[in-house]
Structures are given as structure tokens and as C-alpha cells.
């Protein structure tokens, strides 16, 4: 709609105003639209009030969510309402017409919400005052120059999607229908009522009478359709259904989305010459909201605006045509097309799946490319192949666990064995135990995990497809159940000692006896028992007690050490002592027996040799007794009138070597008697 020319004579301007039945109406339609406004405003308040509480006493996340999207809904309809006060206060001016005010409730409402910020007068301003007069004046200044109307508009669609960022959420539990849940529904159902009677009566208007009666209808839509489905999503969660947060979601990024398009709308209009003197422009319209109707059209509002604004009509070329009457043939051919390749199955080299037509397994299906009927007549069950798991006893291994650990940092929490710590992995377990000769039991903490597969038989492969719904599941409850049964009949010094090595292979023996039993198709690998020792706050005390017992087992072994030190050394002594006497009485023995002997051969020469045997025997005793000693013979054949001769030189002592002295060389004859 083209604004008409303002000239600067009000008598020719004003009888062309009135004449036209949007200035004549401005005055009820800013009345209307001021009571809806309210309306909205405080149905929002009591959202986010509501909000506010879920949050403080930490209810379920789909109530958070439920109230934040209906409030940013009720918000961005409520900036349209605003901003189509705006131009109908602008018309209502300009023809001179009077306001309508409001009832005295909304009067009395709405002066008690703006005491808080309304000023009084006092006689002398002190310098805070001023100083604040100055900065007003500044920003009134700037917002002149800006525009309220955009100001407003954007800070409202900001805050708008705050709210549905803050109630953003993707899990939450089911929640049960009570009074209250009743309650909450049937007030958002009879608003929500309200609201399409405003859309109904706005849709109905013309657009002569009020050309943004229609871009207000399908803002409207916005809170209608956010309330109804809300109140569906409560409905879905009551039956436990996991789609109910995520609607909720999808809602609030909708409502994200127009109050984005109202953001780009402001920012837009602040850079428009801001003149009082034309008539402004709606700013908070949307092309999203305007997509809420059937047939959707979702093309035909923006060909309108491009018509009206840049005088583009779309519907002239030749090319938009040709896809317009083209389209239909070409996404029915394109969806046939897929249609018929969803036929197509492709099976990793890691895995293989069961194929499965008209609902019957035909057979398994291995790594490659395989063709078959189109969805859902026929189609191919995923099963791995030789892929390795990993289950703890008492939590199930997930991809999304803790981060991997720096290779140069501290060691993760997994790796913790100490005693004294709880760990996450971990599972309390009833042991037997003895006490004073009493049978009795005791809790200990250990981490038993499972290393399995799939079977790498076909007919493995059908059991895990068929036979079993949750496979770490399964292979929990039952490993929980075989460990009962098993540490029923162990000892806690059994198992930390040596017990320990065939534990882990009599956990896999039973679980896989159990695994066959059920069909399941599953292979365990092995069992691997990282830890087991007493609860972290008895460890302290099992520390002291086995300290004790390992003490006294010490000290019993260094005194069987030293008894048997002592006993070995006795039999030691003892053994060398009768080993000395019997070579001692042996040794005594031969003596005598070759004494005997060497008697018996003398006797035996005597008798045969005589005085001979003796004269012989008398000089062997005298060369034998002799043979070491100095001699000095004496034959009595030497004559009487020769003295005999002594050489004496050799026991001569040493002389003095200059002393001249000659010794005197008697004379010896050679002649001897006979």
C-alpha cells in the first residue's frame, strides 16, 4: 500500500484522512490492541513465574521447557501487538481522534506496574539528578535518531530467544497426570482458545479496514501452535514416550526462529531515516509465522512482498514457471528413485547383516554390495563381525566415556586400584569368611570385566539378531548372577591369594555355559579381574589386619627358621664328630693289620736268612737313622804311630781377611797299617 503525501496544510490533509477507514478505526483498533496486549502480557508473566519455580525446586527439564517456549511465544506475539499499537497510534493522531481508554482494572494494573519507575518532582535537582537529566537527554537524542519502534521490537524478540535458550533441553523423564498437570493444560487450552478467536476475528477483517489485521492473525498462530503441541508433549510423556522432549525442542527452535527473523527485521528498520511525519511501517512481521496455514505456501508471501516493495512479480518468468508445472513429475520420479534403492544394501567389511523379506530371515548377508526388495519388504538386519566388547560388572562401557588421557599427564581415573578410593567400575560383593572358628561373611568391592563377541557363525549371527533385545544387558545380569553363586563358595583369603588365577577362568566357564543355555550367540573371550579388595572405608582396618597376620606369620617363620638353623647345625657337629672317630678307629685298624703284617714277613725272612736277615736289617735301621744326620767314621784300621788326622776347615770360623797368617800343614802319611 503506497503512504500518501502529507503536505504541510493540515485543512487539506485532514478531510483526505478521514475519508479513509483505517484513520477512522485507528482509535478502536489501538484500543483493541492495547487490551489484547495486556492480556498476553500477563498470561507471559505467570509462564515465566512458573518457570522460575520449576527451575528453583529442580522439576522435571519438560516443564522448563513446556513453560519458557509458551512465554517466548506469548512474547514475539505480543512485540506484533506493540508494534501495530505503534502505527494505529500514529493514524489515530494524525486524523485527530480521541483515545479510548482502558477499563479501571487495567488502569489500576498498569499504574502499579509503572510506580516503580515513575519520578517525582522536587523543588531543587541536586548534581546526581542532573547528571542523569544530561544522560537521558543523550539517550533520547540517540533514540530519536535510532527508533523506538526498532529499539523495542529487537530488545523484545532478544529476550524472547533467551528464554527459549534457557529452557532448551533434550532429556528429561516421564511425568505423571495429576490434578495440577490437568489443571495447566486446561489453562493453556482455554488461552490458547482465546487467542484463535483473536486470530479468526483478525483473519476475517479486511484489509482496507486494517491492513495489518492479517500479519497479526498469523502471529497469532505462533502461541496457538506452540500451546496445542506442548499440551500434546505433556500428553506423550505421561506414556513414557522419549519424543515428547524432543517436540518441545523442535517448538522452542521454531519460536527461536521467528524471534530471529523479528531480530534481523529491527535491525533492519534502525537504519530506515526515522521521519514522524510518515506513517510507520509494521515492523514485527514474520514469513515463518505466515508458513502456519493449509495449503502451506510458503512462496507466495514472499512473491507478494517482492511485488509490492520492489515491483518484482515472479510469476513472468519463464524459468520459475517451467519448475512450477516440472516439479511435481520430478519429486515423484526422485522419490520413486529412492524408493527403489533403498533396495541397495551395502555391508561393511567389519560387519554383516540378516536379510530379511516379507518379514521371514532368508539368510546372513556378508561384506559387499547386495540387492534386494525396497523397503519395508524387504531389508537387512546390521549385525558386527568379529568386533570386541568391553562390560564392567557394575556400569556398561559407552564411546561417549572419559577423555583420553595426556600421554605426559596425570594417569586417568580408571586406572585407580588403590584400596582406599571407590571406583565406578566397581561392585559390592558378598564373600564368605571365617571368624573365630565361626562361619561368617564379608563385603567386598571388585571390578570383573567381560571381553566378548558376537559368534562368527551364521548361526551365531541369527541368535544375537532374533534372540536377544539388549545383548550388555543380558551379559550383565547374567555375569551378576554367576558371580553370586561363585563368591558363595570362595574365601576372601582364596580369592586375593591364589585362588585368584582360576577365578577368572571358572566366571568365563560359567558365563558362557549360560550364554549357550540361552541362545544368545555370544562368544566370551576372556574375563579379566582388575581388582578385588574390601570396601574403601573398611580398607584402613583390612590394612591393620592383614599387617597383623603378616607379622605374626613372619615372626612364626624366623622362628622355625632359627629351631631349624640350630637343628641342622647339631646334626652338622654330630656328623663331623662320629666321621672323625670312625676314620680315627679305622685308621688304627690298618696301622695294626700292616704292624701285623711286616711282623709276620720279618719272622718269615728271619727263619730263612738268619744272622744275615739281621745284619741287613741292623744297617737299613742305621742308614735310615743316619741318613739325616753328620757323621764322623772312625775305622780302627788306622795305625798306632800315625795320629789320626781331623779336617777341620769346613767348621772353621770366618777369619779376618788382611791378617797374613799361615797356618801350619802337618804332615799326614799315605801309609797305613793293615
Not at 522536587?122 to 537524542?141: C, I, K, N, Y
Not at 505421561?238 to 522452542?252: C, D, E
Not at 578385588?532 to 583390612?542: E, L, M
Not at 641342622?568 to 654330630?574: D, G, M, V
Amino acid at each position: 500500500m503506497a503512504t500518501p503525501k502529507m503536505s504541510s496544510d493540515n485543512r487539506h490533509q485532514l478531510p483526505e484522512i478521514k475519508d479513509r477507514a483505517n484513520f477512522q478505526l485507528a482509535a478502536v483498533q489501538a484500543h483493541d490492541l492495547a487490551s489484547q496486549g495486556v492480556y498476553v502480557s500477563i498470561f507471559a508473566v505467570l509462564l515465566l513465574l512458573c518457570a522460575l519455580i520449576a527451575n528453583m525446586f529442580s522439576l522435571n527439564a519438560i516443564w522448563i521447557a513446556f513453560f519458557c517456549n509458551n512465554a517466548a511465544a506469548l512474547i514475539l506475539f505480543g512485540t506484533g501487538l506493540r508494534s501495530a499499537h505503534d502505527v494505529a497510534r500514529w493514524r489515530r493522531e494524525q486524523a485527530g481522534l480521541a483515545g479510548i481508554p482502558l477499563g479501571r482494572s487495567m488502569q489500576w494494573l498498569i499504574a502499579l506496574l509503572a510506580s516503580p519507575w515513575s519520578s517525582q518532582e522536587t523543588h531543587e535537582p541536586d548534581r546526581v539528578e542532573r547528571w542523569t537529566g544530561r544522560a537521558f537527554l543523550t539517550g533520547q537524542s540517540l533514540l530519536s535518531r535510532i527508533g523506538a519502534r526498532a529499539l523495542v521490537v529487537f530488545g523484545l524478540a532478544l529476550f524472547a530467544c533467551l528464554i527459549v535458550y534457557a529452557g532448551w533441553s533434550l532429556k528429561a523423564d516421564e511425568i505423571v497426570i495429576g490434578t495440577m498437570t490437568f489443571l495447566i493444560i486446561a489453562v493453556c487450552l482455554a488461552f490458547g482458545f482465546l487467542l484463535l478467536v483473536t486470530e479468526r476475528r483478525l483473519a476475517a477483517i479486511d484489509a482496507i479496514e486494517w491492513p495489518e489485521a492479517k500479519a497479526i492473525s498469523h502471529l497469532a498462530r505462533v502461541p496457538i501452535f506452540v500451546l496445542v503441541l506442548s499440551c500434546f508433549c505433556l500428553f506423550l510423556s505421561t506414556r513414557g514416550s522419549g519424543l515428547s522432549i524432543k517436540l518441545l525442542a523442535a517448538l522452542g527452535g521454531f519460536v527461536a526462529l521467528v524471534g530471529i527473523e523479528f531480530l534481523i527485521r529491527a535491525i533492519a528498520s534502525m537504519f530506515r531515516p526515522q521521519n514522524d511525519s510518515r506513517e510507520p511501517a509494521l515492523i514485527a512481521t514474520s514469513l515463518v509465522a505466515g508458513a502456519l496455514q493449509w495449503p502451506p505456501q510458503p512462496l507466495v508471501g514472499i512473491q507478494s512482498e517482492l511485488r509490492t516493495r520492489h515491483g518484482i512479480d515472479l510469476r513472468q518468468i519463464w524459468a520459475f514457471s517451467f519448475i512450477r508445472k516440472a516439479a511435481p513429475a520430478i519429486i515423484l520420479g526422485t522419490l520413486l528413485l529412492g524408493w527403489l534403492l533403498s533396495g541397495v544394501h551395502e555391508i561393511p567389511m567389519t560387519g554383516r547383516g540378516v536379510y530379511e523379506r516379507f518379514g521371514k530371515a532368508e539368510g546372513i548377508l556378508h561384506s559387499g554390495l547386495h540387492i534386494g526388495l525396497p523397503w519395508p519388504f524387504g531389508r537387512v538386519i546390521p549385525v558386527e563381525n568379529g568386533s570386541v566388547h568391553e562390560l564392567a560388572t557394575a556400569v556398561s562401557t559407552s564411546d561417549n566415556g572419559e577423555p583420553l588421557a595426556d600421554a605426559e599427564g596425570p594417569a586417568p581415573e580408571s586406572a585407580n586400584r588403590l584400596w582406599d578410593a571407590s571406583h565406578i567400575s566397581e561392585k559390592s560383593q558378598i564373600i564368605a569368611s571365617g571368624n573365630g572358628g565361626e562361619q561368617s561373611f564379608q563385603i567386598v568391592n571388585m571390578d570383573v570385566r567381560f571381553v566378548y563377541r558376537i559368534g562368527l557363525s551364521d548361526q551365531a549371527a541369527m541368535k544375537a539378531a532374533y534372540r536377544v533385545a539388549d545383548l550388555p544387558a543380558l551379559i550383565e545380569s547374567t555375569a551378576n548372577r554367576v558371580l553370586v553363586h561363585d563368591f558363595a563358595r570362595r574365601t576372601l583369603n582364596d580369592v586375593l591369594s591364589e585362588g585368584r588365577l582360576s577365578l577368572a577362568n571358572d566366571i568365563a566357564s560359567a558365563v558362557q555355559k549360560n550364554m549357550d543355555e540361552l541362545d544368545s550367540g555370544v562368544e566370551i573371550l576372556a574375563v579379566v579381574v582388575e581388582a578385588i579388595h574390601p570396601p574403601a572405608g573398611a580398607a584402613n582396618a583390612f590394612h591393620g589386619v592383614q599387617a597383623a597376620q603378616i607379622s605374626a606369620e613372619a615372626l612364626v617363620a624366623r622362628e622355625r627358621g632359627m629351631a631349624a638353623e640350630q637343628t641342622n647345625e647339631a646334626q652338622l657337629n654330630a656328623s663331623l664328630q662320629q666321621d672323625n672317630a670312625t676314620a680315627t678307629a679305622r685308621e688304627g685298624i690298618a696301622a695294626s693289620e700292616v704292624a701285623k703284617l711286616r711282623f709276620q714277613a720279618e719272622q718269615s725272612a728271619f727263619h730263612e736268612a738268619g744272622q744275615a736277615f739281621l745284619t741287613e736289617e741292623y744297617f737299613n735301621q742305621l742308614t735310615m737313622g743316619l741318613s739325616h744326620s753328620k757323621a764322623l767314621v772312625l775305622d780302627h784300621r788306622i795305625g798306632g804311630s800315625i795320629a789320626p788326622t781331623l779336617d777341620l776347615r769346613s767348621m772353621t770360623l770366618p777369619v779376618d781377611p788382611y791378617t797374613s797368617a799361615e797356618p801350619s800343614t802337618p804332615y799326614q802319611s799315605e801309609e797305613t797299617g793293615p
